[in-house]
C-alpha cells in the first residue's frame, strides 16, 4: 500500500462491497430464485448471478430476466423486482460472509487510525442492515450506496463526494474494488485503485481491467 503514496499510508481507503469485502452472491441467489419462482419462470442458480453483480439491483435483474428469454414489460419487472427485494431484505446475511484476510485488514487499518469508507452499488437499504449484521459498521466513517447520490459507480461521482468530504485530494486516497466498475470510477476520479482477484466482474480478468495492482487477498494491503 505504501508503493502507491510514496512511502506513506493513504489519508482515506474507500471499499467496494459485495465481491471485495463480502461473498454476498448466496444471498442473493436465493432472492433473485424465490422472485422468479413466484412468477413461474426457472431459477438461474448462483453461478449465473456471480456473473451478473456489480451495477446495483436493478441491473441483475434485468439480466436474470434477459438470460431465462422473459419478456419483461414495466408492470412485470416490477413485480418481479418488489418481489425480489421482499426476500433480499430478509436474508441480507444468512449464507453471505466475509472473504478471508477482510477482518484483519479493516483491524490492522482502523489500529493505523486510516478513515475508511464503503462505496457501493447495493443501494443503501440493504448496505446498513448488511454492515451492521456481518458486524462491520464501527469501522466505516462514511457509506454510500448506490442510490445515495444522483450516479454510481462507474461514474467517479460517489469517489469524488467523500473526497471532498475529507478534504482531500484524489493522490491521497486509495479505492479497493473487484470490478472494472471500481476501477473505471477510480480512474476518473484519480485516486489509486487495488483490485481483488477474487470478487465478480462480470467473468472478465481483472487482471487486464487496468488497477494499479491485484491483489488476492486483503492482507497484502497491509
Given at each position: 500500500?505504501?508503493?502507491?503514496?510514496?512511502?506513506?499510508?493513504?489519508?482515506?481507503?474507500?471499499?467496494?462491497?459485495?465481491?471485495?469485502?463480502?461473498?454476498?452472491?448466496?444471498?442473493?441467489?436465493?432472492?433473485?430464485?424465490?422472485?422468479?419462482?413466484?412468477?413461474?419462470?426457472?431459477?438461474?442458480?448462483?453461478?449465473?448471478?456471480?456473473?451478473?453483480?456489480?451495477?446495483?439491483?436493478?441491473?441483475?435483474?434485468?439480466?436474470?430476466?434477459?438470460?431465462?428469454?422473459?419478456?419483461?414489460?414495466?408492470?412485470?419487472?416490477?413485480?418481479?423486482?418488489?418481489?425480489?427485494?421482499?426476500?433480499?431484505?430478509?436474508?441480507?446475511?444468512?449464507?453471505?460472509?466475509?472473504?478471508?484476510?477482510?477482518?484483519?485488514?479493516?483491524?490492522?487499518?482502523?489500529?493505523?487510525?486510516?478513515?475508511?469508507?464503503?462505496?457501493t452499488n447495493k443501494p443503501i437499504?440493504?448496505?446498513?442492515?448488511?454492515?451492521?449484521?456481518?458486524?462491520?459498521?464501527?469501522?466505516?466513517?462514511?457509506?454510500?450506496?448506490?442510490?445515495?447520490?444522483?450516479?454510481?459507480?462507474?461514474?467517479?461521482?460517489?469517489?469524488?463526494?467523500?473526497?471532498?468530504?475529507?478534504?482531500?485530494?484524489?493522490?491521497?486516497?486509495?479505492?479497493?474494488?473487484?470490478?472494472?466498475?471500481?476501477?473505471?470510477?477510480?480512474?476518473?476520479?484519480?485516486c489509486a485503485i487495488v483490485a481483488?482477484?477474487?470478487?465478480?466482474?462480470?467473468?472478465?480478468?481483472?487482471?487486464?481491467?487496468?488497477?494499479?495492482?491485484?491483489?488476492?487477498?486483503?492482507?497484502?494491503?497491509?
Amino acid at each position: 500500500m505504501r508503493s502507491l503514496f510514496n512511502g506513506n499510508l493513504p489519508k482515506l481507503v474507500m471499499f467496494d462491497l459485495d465481491g471485495t469485502l463480502v461473498d454476498s452472491v448466496p444471498d442473493l441467489a436465493f432472492a433473485v430464485d424465490d422472485a422468479f419462482r413466484s412468477v413461474s419462470l426457472p431459477e438461474v442458480g448462483e453461478a449465473n448471478v456471480r456473473l451478473w453483480v456489480g451495477n446495483g439491483a436493478e441491473a441483475l435483474l434485468k439480466r436474470a430476466l434477459a438470460y431465462v428469454s422473459a419478456e419483461a414489460d414495466s408492470d412485470f419487472f416490477e413485480r418481479v423486482f418488489s418481489e425480489f427485494l421482499c426476500t433480499y431484505s430478509h436474508c441480507l446475511a444468512d449464507k453471505s460472509k466475509l472473504y478471508p484476510g477482510v477482518l484483519e485488514t479493516l483491524e490492522a487499518l482502523s489500529n493505523l487510525n486510516i478513515p475508511m469508507a464503503v462505496v457501493t452499488n447495493k443501494p443503501i437499504a440493504f448496505t446498513l442492515p448488511m454492515l451492521s449484521e456481518l458486524k462491520l459498521s464501527h469501522f466505516f466513517a462514511e457509506v454510500l450506496g448506490g442510490d445515495s447520490l444522483e450516479r454510481k459507480k462507474p461514474d467517479p461521482l460517489p469517489l469524488e463526494t467523500l473526497m471532498s468530504q475529507f478534504s482531500l485530494q484524489p493522490q491521497h486516497v486509495l479505492m479497493v474494488g473487484d470490478s472494472s466498475n471500481d476501477i473505471t470510477a477510480a480512474k476518473s476520479a484519480g485516486c489509486a485503485i487495488v483490485a481483488v482477484s477474487y470478487g465478480y466482474n462480470h467473468g472478465k480478468n481483472i487482471y487486464e481491467a487496468g488497477a494499479d495492482k491485484v491483489v488476492s487477498s486483503l492482507k497484502e494491503l497491509l
